[in-house]
């Protein structure tokens, strides 16, 4: 068991590591932290490098994350060497060049990848997010293979009203389960189109009438949403930022950071090192504010 160590704040090793496969990415979303100017892919190397370590250690799961994770350069290459592997690894994609990788998600019990759209009609979808069409293309092809996937959704004032017809959309084509993320600062330092209190409100009667109720996940950022949301009683330990504490992200030059959303790094030469004995890290847990914006 991956014990919380409380005297550190954090636990013994991480539950799930990201990669930052990539800051490359075809697509402009209004609502994302990457800039465009971003044009580094992570080495296929400090990817099997990073893995391996991650597999060593014990920890169990990956994320691989972008950019467009499938603009990859090596993206067959990698696929297939978490696919040989033992880690259970998920990622993130608009979509967007899923036909490479269909015949290696057909085979493979051990990734899961999460379509990320934001609205069932386009006009809506646009307001945040770019690549509408290569979601729907990705959902109706991975629905065609019979492939497990999942669907992660932001959630901003502008798309709530279409949550219900959203999830009818994407249960009707198979996907496992939604989760609602919250919207987090974009590479100009803006939160884009947030939630207000009414909202949530309103997202939270959705959820509670949904027959889909129990297949709708919350991200665990913040306390104050997930509890507003889906009503539960937040443990003290598990929720809210996790970020250093039970999960950390290699940036795609292999250096070592607490979450994606926060551009502290640590020079650290290894995994472990930077979340055992890494100042950076350390300094981090000490002061944590977390990334998100207050609703207002
Ligand atoms: S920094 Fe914390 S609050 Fe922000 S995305 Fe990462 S884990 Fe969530």
């Keep these: 068991m991956n014990k919380y160590l409380k005297s550190k704040s954090r636990t013994k090793i991480p539950d799930l590591v990201y ?5 490359k990415c075809p697509l402009k979303c209004p609502q994302c932290y990457n800039s465009d100017m971003r044009t580094k892919d992570m080495s296929f190397e400090v990817f099997a490098d990073n ?6 250690i014990g920890t169990k799961k990956i994320a691989l994350i ?76 991975l629905k065609k293979y019979n492939i497990s996937y999942s669907i992660n959704w932001v959630a901003h004032h502008s798309n709530v009203d279409d949550f219900s017809d959203l ?6 084509n198979n996907a496992e389960k939604v989760t609602i993320l919250q919207t987090k600062y974009n590479y100009k330092g803006e939160i884009l189109d947030n939630l ?11 959820i509670l009438n949904s027959s889909y109720k129990d297949k709708i996940m919350v991200d665990r950022c913040s306390d104050f949403f997930r509890q507003e949301l889906l009503g539960l009683k937040i443990p003290v330990v ?3 930022c996790c970020a250093g504490e039970f999960i950390m992200t290699v940036n795609a030059d292999g250096k070592y ?40």
């Design 196 to 206: 207000t209190i009414d909202d949530v409100k309103k997202l939270r009667e959705i």
């Design 66 to 141: 972008g950019g467009e994770v499938l603009y990859h350069q090596d993206i067959l290459k990698v696929m297939e060497y978490v696919n040989r592997g033992s880690l259970y690894c998920v990622f993130s994609t608009s979509g967007y060049g899923i036909e490479k990788v269909i015949e290696l998600l057909e085979k493979s019990k051990i990734i899961h990848p999460f379509i990320s759209i934001n609205a069932s009609k386009r006009e809506i979808n646009e307001l945040s997010r770019d690549g509408y069409d290569y979601s729907i293309k990705a959902i109706k092809l």
């Design 51 to 56: 893995y391996n370590q991650v597999r060593d």
């Design 167 to 172: 999830l009818n959309m994407v249960f009707e």
């Design 238 to 240: 598990g929720t809210g």
């Design 19 to 23: 990669f930052i496969l990539t800051e």
């Design 257 to 296: 950071q607490p979450c994606q959303h926060i551009s502290i790094m640590s020079e650290s030469k290894t995994l472990m090192d930077a979340w055992q004995i890494s100042e950076a890290f350390k300094e981090f847990r000490k002061n944590k504010q977390g990334c998100i914006a207050e609703i207002e």
